[in-house]
């Protein structure tokens, strides 16, 4: 199931941040461990992910920096500004609020999720 594309310009930026949370990551990577750790839920292109990726830099929360790799290839890693780790916490805390107001509505998870 994939989430519809208003609920993924709020869930989206806060995913990719999240995942840069652990580490810088190149775009392909950003975009298979968005499908593979969401089971496909947050799965997205990269003509999606990059001008996401571009609109988080412009607002100074991650930055990037070009690697060569041993092959001679040169890949763009993204990692999280110290901007973008205070909007991640300040991210995180709201979305915890929403799932918890989802929760009092009667809105509860689905079996195994």
């Given amino acids: 199931m994939r989430i519809e594309r208003e609920l993924m310009r709020g869930a989206g930026p806060l995913a990719v941040m999240q995942l840069l949370a652990a ?11 968005l499908d593979a750790d969401s089971g496909g839920v ?5 003509s999606t992910l990059y001008p996401m990726l571009y609109n988080l830099e412009a607002k100074g929360l991650i930055t990037s920096r070009n690697l060569e ?16 780790q205070k909007q991640l916490a300040e991210d995180r805390a709201k979305w915890g609020q929403l799932v ?3 929760h009092k509505l009667g809105v509860t998870r689905l079996a195994g999720v």
């Fill in 69 to 84: 790799t041993s092959s001679g290839r040169v890949r763009k890693y993204y990692r999280l500004t110290k901007a973008g």
């Fill in 23 to 33: 580490g810088e990551r190149y775009g392909y990577e950003l975009v298979q461990r």
């Fill in 100 to 102: 918890e107001a989802m």
């Fill in 42 to 46: 947050l799965a997205m292109g990269q």
